[in-house]
């Protein structure tokens, strides 16, 4: 078991640690690559989960309502422990609520579960940036305009890809493979960028950052394992809903927070320390799924 669980992990610490040598070495600036995997790599990726003829919605709605509850549970129980710490709650709540489903999610469910468990994992990380650029957006600044969610280019490829899984049609296989192939890109890409982003780590704040780190996989897994026997998911889903619940904090908190002016050296304390604590806890979740 040991073994397995080390084989899943080790491949996704080792593209994040290239990115980390990399980038004390040549300190590049990774904003064009993150730019264009998030507007060409990360869509195609998703458009060619939900088009192809595996994917079936109906088997994946309460997936969906499960990642919601664990993203929603963890923000309501993640408030009053803000107070009792004597933190600002717009400051620890959102790492606490959206979580790496990108960076360490996609990859980590294909590697535990195969090429077969991509479209699930992919419905998982669009309720999770759904909500994270709505609802986390809000939290941070009411006066924010949310209606920008809809011209995303993963919420767009997401609905196309949608669109024609539910028609029936069947695109063109070439083309087919073509998104598919750009899509594969964007995963290595992903845990690179983390890699790089992670030598820019702060630990002056190192206390709310272990506790963010302990807190965050602790009470997505409770909710998660809470959820999966609620609706009644399947074996695989359950696993993966338990995974989604222990993944770290996003990279994306720690941007919004500059953005809006949020603590940002906090934040990016929690995230920071939350990847590299990832490494436990990703194990534990692995070795109570398989």
Not at 226 to 253: H, K, T, Y
Request: glycine share 8%; proline share 6%.
């Amino acid at each position: 078991m040991l073994l397995r669980v080390v084989s899943i992990i080790f491949p996704l610490f080792a593209i994040v640690m290239a990115g980390w040598v990399y980038g004390r070495v040549k300190r590049p600036d990774m904003s064009f690559a993150n730019e264009i995997n998030m507007d060409v790599f990360v869509p195609a990726l998703v458009f060619a989960a939900l088009a192809g003829k595996s994917f079936d919605l109906a088997s994946h709605q309460y997936l969906a309502l499960g990642a919601l509850l664990v993203v929603l549970g963890s923000g309501l129980l993640a408030w009053p422990l803000a107070r009792l710490m004597g933190v600002e709650a717009k400051t620890f709540v959102p790492p606490m609520m959206f979580n790496n489903s990108g960076n360490m999610g996609l990859p980590l469910a294909v590697l535990a579960f195969g090429e077969a468990a991509l479209p699930a994992a992919v419905v998982l990380f669009l309720v999770e940036n759904l909500l994270h650029f709505s609802l986390g957006i809000y939290i941070l600044d009411h006066r924010a305009r949310l209606s920008n969610v809809w011209r995303m280019p993963v919420v767009l490829a997401a609905l196309a890809g949608l669109g024609l899984s539910m028609s029936g049609m069947a695109l063109w296989p070439p083309l087919l493979t073509a998104i598919r192939m750009l899509g594969e890109t964007c995963i290595p890409l992903l845990l690179f960028s983390l890699g790089v982003r992670l030598t820019d780590a702060s630990f002056h704040t190192w206390r709310i950052g272990v506790a963010g780190a302990v807190i965050r996989p602790l009470l997505g897994m409770a909710i998660a394992w809470a959820a999966a026997r609620m609706l009644a998911l399947d074996a695989q889903q359950s696993g993966m809903l338990l995974i989604f619940g222990a993944l770290p904090p996003a990279v994306l908190n720690y941007v919004f927070a500059e953005r809006y002016r949020q603590e940002p050296e906090k934040v990016a304390s929690i995230v920071m320390i939350g990847n590299i604590a990832s490494l436990l806890f990703m194990s534990l979740a692995l070795a109570i799924v398989l």
